[in-house]
């Protein structure tokens, strides 16, 4: 175990090219591969290499729906009464303006914090990273910072808003910037880092002086050329979801068995929210090819090469291809749909018909679910507002 290792995830993530499903909830908690959420994987990167103590930085966006998928941490054996997980506003209202309340209470918590090093994540890097030989590698290079790189062939295609790294014969990291897409073959930063608290403290309080408020990848491209900084390669799969289409196409690529086997490694798994559901039902003449289908799902008709969360029902006749059904989502006899994103408790009318793009998949989005309880609920509390 890291004893000596603190951690924090930064959710910084740009938000504009995926907002149909991120309007309700952060980039973090949406839903993806059927049972896991975005978030998941660097969690259980960091809890697989025996850190135990981890600080979320989020944006300003809602975030009921993160906290409600984490809560207090029990599935990433974070419940504990010492360190454990903990959820903090980001230091600034905006790219300008710093929250000093927020700044005080973010700094109590690293300074409080009995651990000297940190490991610094990314929510929307999905990986399986093996956090603890980028500790070793780190703590035998001798260099003030290590940075997590990938040296990808798609770079002009999946790697939208990241960074790129120049990287020196002996390792070591010459300079970053956003890459481009001037080149297929890049070397591009998983936004991962290790480095000492103190260091990290130092360079927040630099930014913070000078009146702008910087997140760690911000800080370590602006700190180039006084910090040494050490290059560890991944070679394992690597996406980054900042777009709908880059979330489409990460859903699709669980379908290949050497993705699957690559992120699920059984030596270091990824954990999720456990949620007590029925297995699946497959009914007579339902038609199931190359997909992933969760817990608690009904299917009666055709479903090819699509991923279908939990309780997602596909009734008889219906045509689901190349698709992602998330949580409770009804497609109704007769409707056929492709390259679409069905967000939580939507419904398909019968005989429905929706095709888009590969490249520009649909998202229908999330629908609020409403019961009688709920509307005796509102009815009741608009009753005694009116009196009042």
């Not at 927020?102 to 990314?122: A, T």
């Not at 998330?326 to 939507?346: E, F, H, M, R, T």
Request: with cysteine; aromatic share 8%; hydrophobic share 40%.
């Amino acid at each position: 175990m890291l004893n000596n290792y603190m951690a924090i995830i930064f959710l910084d993530e740009t938000l504009d090219n995926i907002r149909a499903l991120t309007k309700m909830r952060p980039l973090a908690s949406v839903p993806a591969g059927g049972t896991y959420r975005i978030i998941d994987f660097s969690l259980s990167n960091l809890v697989n290499a025996g850190i135990r103590n981890v600080g979320i930085f989020a944006g300003n966006e809602d975030l009921n729906s993160l906290t409600d998928h984490i809560g207090r941490g029990a599935e990433w054996d974070l419940d504990r009464k010492k360190d454990g997980i903990f959820m903090f506003k980001q230091m600034a209202d905006s790219a300008y303006t710093t929250n000093i309340k927020r700044v005080k209470k973010n700094m109590e918590y690293f300074f409080r914090s009995k651990q000297e090093n940190v490991v610094v994540l990314s929510s929307h890097m999905v990986c399986n990273l093996d956090v603890k030989d980028v500790v070793k590698k780190h703590e035998a290079s001798g260099k003030d910072i290590t940075l997590v790189y990938k040296n990808v062939h798609n770079a002009n295609e999946r790697f939208d808003n990241c960074d790129s790294v120049k990287v020196g014969k002996n390792g070591e990291i010459l300079g970053s910037g956003q890459n481009l897409f001037f080149k297929k073959d890049e070397n591009i930063s998983l936004e991962a880092f290790v480095m000492s608290k103190e260091l990290l403290i130092k360079m927040i309080c630099d930014g913070i002086q000078e009146g702008v408020y910087y997140t760690v990848r911000d800080l370590v491209t602006r700190n180039m050329g006084r910090v040494s900084i050490n290059g560890y390669e991944f070679k394992g799969y690597l996406a980054c979801i900042n777009s709908t289409k880059e979330y489409f196409d990460f859903n699709m690529d669980l379908l290949k068995k050497e993705v699957r086997e690559d992120l699920f490694n059984p030596e270091r798994s990824i954990y999720t929210k456990t949620k007590d559901t029925p297995p699946s039902l497959f009914r007579e003449g339902a038609e199931v090819n190359n997909s992933l289908v969760a817990n608690g799902c009904i299917l009666s008709g055709t479903v090819r090469n699509s991923i279908l969360a939990r309780g997602a029902v596909v009734e008889d006749g219906a045509i689901v291809e190349d698709c992602i059904l998330l949580q409770d989502s009804v497609v109704k006899s007769g409707a056929v749909l492709k390259n679409i994103i069905v967000d939580k408790n939507n419904v398909i009318k019968s005989n429905e018909k929706l095709s888009a793009s590969r490249n520009y998949p649909l998202v229908i989005e999330k629908s609020i679910k409403w019961d009688d309880k709920h509307y005796k609920n509102l009815l009741a509390y608009l009753e005694g507002a009116n009196k009042e």
